[in-house]
Each structure stands twice: as structure tokens, then as C-alpha cells.
């Protein structure tokens, strides 16, 4: 499987917890992207990363939010003291920028519920 | 910054029948249009995109239509099978690579 690939797919934790997910993208996606999904609504941006470099992050990514993608390849997103809020799907998307319009393609997302 | 919208929020029609969703967009910098298909438990799928410098493009059963300067642009889903319900966003970017505004989804169910 040669998709963009999230680990885990499900994550409970305790209010107050830290958690830690994982994203790998498309092998030679130079892009990748996170965004948070609520229930019955659209995806929502929260951040970018071309190669290393984060270039965009949204005003929804709050302090206790961070991410990271330390050598270009596959990416992580923390969060620390989560809240009943951060509960959501957290999407993972990667694209290529170079040689024309790629689109972005996404992975099948990790689902956070707070206890 | 953008804002997308997108009605109706749910669409039921008979299997063999046509399934008609309609988005609106706000910001004029806009140029890339793809229109992704979400199934329970799965990350969005990417069914067609067109960009700024297109009116229409069409793919099997499916077309979508742009119309720039209304900021209008239109899903049609021809031929509707029960494999095609599912919820539909459709979305606006500058390009295809950068960030991606999403409506808010249409949940289509197709009837047999």
C-alpha cells in the first residue's frame, strides 16, 4: 500500500493526557498536511510542511498543539493537556509541489476521543 | 480568507437518477476546485477537480462545472449507484498544493 499511512487509527486518552500521532506520506511527497475533523462537518486546515519547513500553521493550532516533520518524511502532531474539545478525527494529507498541479491525498485519519 | 459553502447538507435520490450539489466560494483567489467523497471510517477521496482557467470538466459520471465569476461551482453525479452514497465536500484552494478550505459536506444517499 503505497498511500498516506496514520498510526494509531484510534486514540483514547484521559482529559489532561499528552498524545502523540503519527503520519507517513506518499513516498516522494515533498507536502504533507495536518487537519482536525468534528463530527458532520468538513476538514479543517491546521498545518503545513514542505520538506522539513513548517510554512503554515492556522490559528486553530493552539500552544498546546505542535508539529513536526523532523527529516522530510514522515511527520508527528502532539498535543499536550488535552481538552473534552480536542476530540476529532486528525487527517493526514501529502502532496507534490513540483512538475504541475498535484493534488493532495489523504489518510484514513486518527480518531481522538477524550475521556 | 476563504469561506466555502455548500448545499444541500443531505440529498436522497433514487438509484438511476441524477445528484446535483452546489457550493459557493468567497475569496476571488481562489483557483483549484477539488471535490472529495468521504465513506464512514475513511479519510476524503479525491472523485475530480478543476481549476480556475476551466468551465467544466467531466469524468464518467461525473462532471463538475465552475463559474468564476459568480464564484459558483457545481457537482453533477449522473446515473446515481448505491455505491456513490456517501458524503461529498467540495473545496477551494489557491493551488492544489496549498492549504484546502472545505465546505461542509452533502451526505448523499442513493436509494435502490
Known amino acids: 500500500d503505497t498511500g498516506v499511512s496514520q498510526d494509531p487509527r484510534h486514540k483514547i486518552t484521559k482529559r489532561g493526557q499528552n498524545v502523540t500521532f503519527r503520519c507517513d506520506p506518499i513516498?516522494?511527497?515533498?507536502?504533507l498536511y495536518w487537519y482536525r475533523q468534528t463530527l458532520g462537518q468538513g476538514p479543517e486546515f491546521l498545518t503545513y510542511?514542505?520538506?522539513?519547513?513548517?510554512?503554515?500553521k492556522s490559528r486553530l493550532l493552539s500552544d498546546r498543539f505542535s508539529a513536526e516533520r523532523p527529516k522530510g518524511s514522515f511527520s508527528t502532531l502532539e498535543i499536550q493537556r488535552t481538552e473534552q474539545g480536542d476530540s476529532a478525527m486528525y487527517l493526514c494529507?501529502?502532496?507534490?509541489?513540483?512538475?504541475?498541479?498535484?493534488?493532495?491525498?489523504f489518510g484514513d485519519g486518527t480518531r481522538l476521543s477524550i475521556l | 480568507g476563504e469561506n466555502v459553502e455548500q448545499h444541500p447538507s443531505t440529498l436522497s435520490v433514487q438509484e438511476g437518477d441524477s445528484a446535483v450539489i452546489k457550493c459557493t466560494y468567497s475569496?476571488?483567489?481562489?483557483?483549484?476546485f477539488p471535490w472529495y467523497k468521504q465513506e464512514l471510517g475513511k479519510g476524503p477521496q479525491l472523485i475530480i477537480d478543476?481549476?480556475?482557467?476551466?468551465g467544466e470538466k467531466k469524468d464518467q459520471r461525473i462532471a463538475v462545472t465552475l463559474n468564476k465569476t459568480a464564484k459558483h461551482f457545481s457537482l453533477h453525479i449522473t446515473e446515481t449507484q448505491p455505491e456513490d452514497s456517501a458524503v461529498y465536500f467540495c473545496?477551494?484552494?489557491?493551488?492544489?498544493?496549498?492549504?484546502?478550505?472545505f465546505g461542509p459536506g452533502t451526505s448523499l444517499s442513493v436509494i435502490p
Open positions: 475569496d476571488s483567489a481562489s483557483n483549484y
Open positions: 513516498s516522494e511527497h515533498n507536502r
Open positions: 510542511f514542505q520538506n522539513e519547513a513548517q510554512l503554515e
Open positions: 478543476i481549476r480556475s482557467n476551466v
Open positions: 494529507a501529502s502532496s507534490f509541489s513540483h512538475a504541475g498541479d498535484q493534488p493532495q491525498h
Open positions: 473545496a477551494a484552494s489557491e493551488t492544489s498544493y496549498d492549504k484546502v478550505i
